[in-house]
């Protein structure tokens, strides 16, 4: 019967570390044959304004026509003269403009607005806009910059600013020594020099965006957007936070910028979340800034300072949180807080040691290798009392404390031997020599006597460095 249960147990255990090993690489395969592919899938014109210089009646024609053909795919704006047509095209404020001449139609377009989409308006105009016996010119209003020739490279400047932005926010979580103050601070420099090698590249390098401040300004509200959020969703979702930030940032923002494949070409869930998501936002700034004489920036920058706003709200319900459970910690008699393991990215994680609240290991959060419970002689948890772990050449690899059961949890230890201390005020501390492995883990509890405890550099200090050899007792009084 007890071999079944270990073998439940292990089969239990190694399910366990699947799933958390592979729900993050689970989730870039579903992003990307559920928000990548039917995104990008077929993508065809859904309401693209364009102005047309003709009476209503004859513009109320065209959109018949057009409607026949691909329906709902042309929103067609009747306008007075031709020179208004193409001056709503230079402004940005439609993507194209149409003139109905008798013997030459004319059609202007904007390859700005996206290469794809001019490609896709200048068929259908030709084929179903120009009537028998008639040549439809066609006039480029606002090309690309020589830098830019597809109008593609904005798109890895601002995934050059995402990426770094989210690995920065990773990266903290192993920080342990920093505030969050100080968390936040190396991520607002840390966008700050991500923005600024994308803009001297892009703009000076490359030339593929212009070189103006505003441009600048833009790379760097996206950093913030990225990192603060994703700093910011940390307290909430602990191990989980990976998931939500790529979601958000990688999974849908991408598909939906704008700069792979233009917005009204996109199916309508992902047209919705254009305007919303960063990404999206700041690839209009860029192009606003870039060819439309900085029009239309209010919406960009509103939603980019918003999503800045929410990440900086987060982190500051994130810090109340923290301080309530510490609040909750100490009436409950808790003599000190053991911190919760660091949130990491499971596709960049380098396993360190750490400490884990005793029995709340919830699904996510790394299982504990090292547990145990320091007692009294007569069985009494004592809370508070210290754990250090060491390796065999005395380096320090942890130290926290037990909580108010007297139970402890570690975990992060490489395969190894480590010596496990174990003290208390008023109590002689007391060691071990345990072999630890990711495959196998230990309990080890302790027992702790009254007596003094050793002072550095007297006999019995030098007494503490004799070390239990068997795993099994509850360790040696030193």
Request: glycine letters at 8%; one cysteine or more; hydrophobic letters at 45%.
């Amino acid at each position: 019967m007890a071999s079944a249960d270990a073998t439940t147990t292990r089969a239990g255990d190694l399910v366990r570390t699947l799933v958390m090993g592979l729900w993050l690489p689970a989730l870039f395969l579903a992003g990307l044959l559920f928000s990548f592919l039917p995104a990008f899938h077929h993508p065809a014109p859904h309401h693209v304004k364009v102005a047309v210089a003709a009476s209503p009646a004859t513009t109320a024609q065209l959109q018949h026509r057009l409607d026949t053909a691909i329906p709902g795919g042309f929103t067609l704006q009747p306008v007075d003269s031709e020179a208004e047509a193409r001056s709503a095209v230079l402004n940005g404020d439609v993507v194209a403009a149409f003139a109905p001449a008798p013997h030459r139609p004319q059609l202007y377009g904007a390859k700005a607005d996206g290469a794809a989409m001019e490609s896709v308006i200048r068929q259908v105009f030709t084929s179903g806009a120009q009537t028998a016996g008639t040549t439809l010119d066609f006039q480029e209003l606002v090309p690309t910059r020589p830098g830019d020739t597809l109008g593609t490279s904005p798109f890895y400047l601002l995934m050059a600013c995402t990426l770094p932005a989210y690995f920065l926010v990773v990266a903290m979580q192993r920080a342990m020594g920093f505030s969050r103050r100080a968390h936040v601070a190396t991520m607002v420099g840390g966008g700050s020099v991500a923005a600024v090698a994308c803009y001297l590249t892009g703009a000076y390098g490359m030339d593929a965006i212009p070189q103006h401040p505003l441009a600048l300004l833009y790379l760097f509200l996206l950093t913030q957007a990225v990192s603060l959020t994703s700093y910011g969703l940390v307290s909430f979702l602990g191990p989980f936070f990976p998931g939500a930030a790529v979601t958000l940032f990688i999974m849908l923002s991408v598909p939906s910028s704008g700069l792979t494949v233009p917005v009204d070409l996109l199916r309508g869930f992902f047209r919705f979340l254009h305007p919303v998501l960063p990404m999206g936002n700041a690839a209009d700034a860029l192009r606003n800034v870039d060819y439309f004489d900085d029009r239309h920036l209010g919406r960009p920058t509103a939603v980019l300072c918003a999503w800045i706003a929410a990440g900086a709200a987060l982190i500051v319900l994130g810090y109340v949180r923290q301080l309530r459970q510490l609040v909750r910690e100490a009436q409950a008699g808790m003599t000190d807080h053991v911190p919760a393991p660091p949130a990491e990215d499971p596709t960049v994680e380098l396993p360190d040691p750490v400490a884990l609240p005793p029995r709340q290991h919830h699904f996510g959060m790394q299982p504990p290798i090292l547990t145990g419970q320091v007692s009294g002689p007569a069985g009494e948890p004592l809370p508070g009392a210290t754990i250090t772990v060491t390796d065999p050449r005395g380096h320090q690899l942890l130290h926290t404390r037990t909580d108010k059961n007297g139970e402890y949890a570690a975990t992060g230890f490489h395969d190894g031997f480590a010596i496990v201390v174990a003290g208390a005020p008023g109590r002689q501390p007391v060691a071990t020599r345990l072999h630890l492995s990711n495959a196998t883990p230990v309990n080890q509890d302790f027992t702790l006597t009254p007596g003094r405890q050793a002072v550095p550099g007297s006999r019995s200090s030098r007494r503490a460095t004799t070390i239990a050899h068997d795993q099994g007792n509850a360790g040696r009084t030193l």
